[in-house]
């Protein structure tokens, strides 16, 4: 059973910079994962943000950027805004089948 | 302007069968790779199932496989998910989603959701 790994929670000031990571229990996260990072507000469905490690949909507020750390994935947030709070979910690639991370709940204070 | 909408859902006895639509507008849906995508009661995301285009490749998560099954039909550019022996645990929202390559861009696009209930 492949478990994908994110921070249950984090915390983070207006204006911040925060990074929410992606750990596979397989191993390192290299691109062919193609790390992907997703949006959710409560009552909504989810938004894409970052699909193959790095690249933005032209909906991406510039502030969000995607990469790999550490042999993980990783979502940083730069000068975050208070509409940012939200949960957050990382999708890994398995040659076929794919896995969601726990998901990461942003906090705002 | 790209649509999905789900529907189906609905209160279901423990043991039985439901099927789920996704009617797609917007984009030639014959084109993309689409998903299903559950999220149990204050839980978080799981991916279901996918299948490509023409219905030759379909990849299921292990713990779904041989109870859900995954289709489409072009002509009336719908998504499919038959849902069978159901059990309290598969209780969700079922989202489907519109997915750009088998691996590349998985979820560009997401309906609203669909509440299944399984319960006597």
Known sequence: QTVVTQEPSLTVSPGGTVTLTCASSTGAVTSGYYPNWFQQKPGQAPRALIYSTSNKYSWTPARFSGSLLGGRAALTLSGVQPEDEAEYYCLLYYGGAKVFGGGTKLTVL | ?120
């Open chain 2, 1 to 120: 302007e790209v649509q999905l909408v789900e529907s189906g859902g609905g209160l279901v006895q423990p043991g039985g069968s439901l099927r789920l639509s996704c009617a797609a507008s917007g984009f030639t849906f014959s084109s993309y790779w689409m998903s299903w995508v559950r999220q149990a009661p204050g839980k978080g995301l799981e991916w279901m199932a996918n299948m490509n285009q023409d219905g030759t490749q379909k990849y299921y998560v292990d713990s779904l496989r041989g109870r859900f099954t995954i289709s489409r039909d072009n002509a009336k550019n719908s998504l499919y998910l038959q849902m069978d022996s159901l059990r309290a645990e598969d209780t969700a929202v079922y989202y489907c989603a519109r997915d750009q390559g088998i691996a590349a861009r998985p979820g560009e696009y997401w309906g609203q959701g669909t509440l299944v209930t399984v319960s006597s």
